[in-house]
């Protein structure tokens, strides 16, 4: 029987998240504005507004920077 690890990221509104590849307009980071099942995200860089999944999100997130207490994961 093979076990699989499922990865649980809590996103919080107001995160900014730092994607592995750029945003057409040059920025990796993506602001949280509405979390849950189907994540609304805006592009810091043109202000771009998009909603993904949280499964495809967690696959593209890079790193995570805390908005409320500045703290950084890795």
């Known amino acids: 029987m093979v076990k ?3 990865i649980i990221t809590d996103y919080k509104e107001g995160d900014i998240l730092e994607f592995k590849k750029n ?3 040059g920025s990796k980071l993506w602001k949280v504005v509405k979390p849950g ?3 609304k ?3 810091v860089g043109c202000g ?3 909603i993904i999944p949280r ?3 967690n ?3 890079k790193n995570i920077i805390r908005k409320e207490n500045g703290e950084q994961d890795v």
Request: hydrophobic share 50%.
């Open 23 to 25: 945003h057409p307009c």
């Open 55 to 57: 499964v495809e999100l």
């Open 37 to 39: 099942v189907d994540m």
């Open 48 to 50: 771009r507004m998009i």
């Open 4 to 6: 699989v690890m499922k």
């Open 59 to 61: 696959k593209k997130v």
């Open 41 to 43: 995200l805006e592009c």
